[in-house]
């Protein structure tokens, strides 16, 4: 069965899909996306990507396209019509078409919106989570709103292609302060030698992970000592453990910076330990 995609209000075949060549996605990055981790065909973390859908497009002056309601019933029927159970689900939702300028258009445009559903094969994703994976580190270059999920991502796209020529499966941007904000499309976190588990503040610059946010929770629930306090490429070297959270990794242990070992080389137990919890959490509470 060949994929099938929503595109403006219509579903089509990928080969037959298409998008108006003035779309302001397309032209201009004018738009936004959310990216939903399926498990068994149900959207896992489903209010916080809403709710950041909802912020990301207000704070471009976008309208919601439909309300949260009908916009949850086209997911869902993407994901059936996709016979997807466990997956991804992409949403993107842009200003709309319009002759090309810079400037909103004058007269208001229907925001645009694809969907598109792929699958995760769980086996292979778990067997990554256990050898766990490299990052590189690259110099931050990216604007200074990337707590809004804008589809430019360009720096992202970069950084990501430079790791995997250096062999690595994701490259953590790092600031001139010298500290890690985020991943390419991941949030980064370590176990520091206190065993206390760090990730970046939210009001630094970086996108405010849904992944990331139910994990706190996790953290929370544990009892396990956290922090939302930055760290250099060399803390995280010398940190127990090292991971990244986001919905198409999950949590995944990261064992080197740089090709410098992170710890011991190995994968760590608290990270494999808050993969599981996470995945068990995020199954439950998936609608
Ligand atoms: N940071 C960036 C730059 C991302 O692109 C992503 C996900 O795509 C994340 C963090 C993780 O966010 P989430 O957990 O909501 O998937």
Not at 92 to 108: E, I, K, L, S
């Amino acid at each position: 069965m060949g994929r099938i995609a929503y595109v403006n209000g219509q579903f089509v075949r990928h080969g037959e899909a298409v998008v108006h060549i003035e779309d302001r996605g397309y032209q201009l990055a004018d738009a936004v996306y959310e990216v939903w981790a399926l498990f068994g065909g149900k959207l896992a973390d489903a209010e916080g990507h809403f709710a950041r859908l909802e912020r990301s497009l207000s704070e471009l002056r976008i309208p919601m396209p439909m309300s949260r309601q009908a916009l949850t019933i086209v997911l869902r029927e993407a994901v059936r019509r996709n016979r997807v159970s466990e997956g991804l689900l992409y949403l993107q939702v842009g200003r709309g078409v319009a002759p090309r300028g810079h400037a909103f258009p004058d007269q208001p445009t229907a925001p645009s919106v694809v969907i598109t559903v792929s699958a995760v094969d769980r086996t292979a994703a778990e067997a990554k989570a256990a050898k766990g994976v490299k990052v590189i580190t690259t110099p931050e270059d990216r604007w200074g709103r990337c707590d809004i999920k804008t589809v430019g991502l360009l720096p992202n796209a970069l950084a990501k292609q430079a790791a995997k020529e250096q062999g690595a499966a994701e490259a953590w941007f790092v600031d001139e302060l010298g500290l890690v904000t985020e991943g390419a499309s991941s949030n980064a976190w370590i176990i520091d030698g206190d065993g206390v588990v760090r990730t970046r503040d939210t009001n630094a610059n970086i996108l405010r992970g849904v992944t990331r946010h139910t994990l706190l929770d996790v953290l929370h629930d544990e009892g396990l000592k956290f922090e939302e306090r930055p760290f250099t490429p060399d803390e995280a070297v010398a940190a127990k453990e090292a991971f990244i959270t986001g919905a198409g990794s999950l949590v995944l242990p990261v064992i080197a910076v740089n090709n410098r070992p992170v710890g011991d080389g190995k994968v760590g137990p608290v990270a494999m330990k808050l993969r599981r919890l996470y995945i068990e959490r995020a199954k439950a509470t998936a609608v």
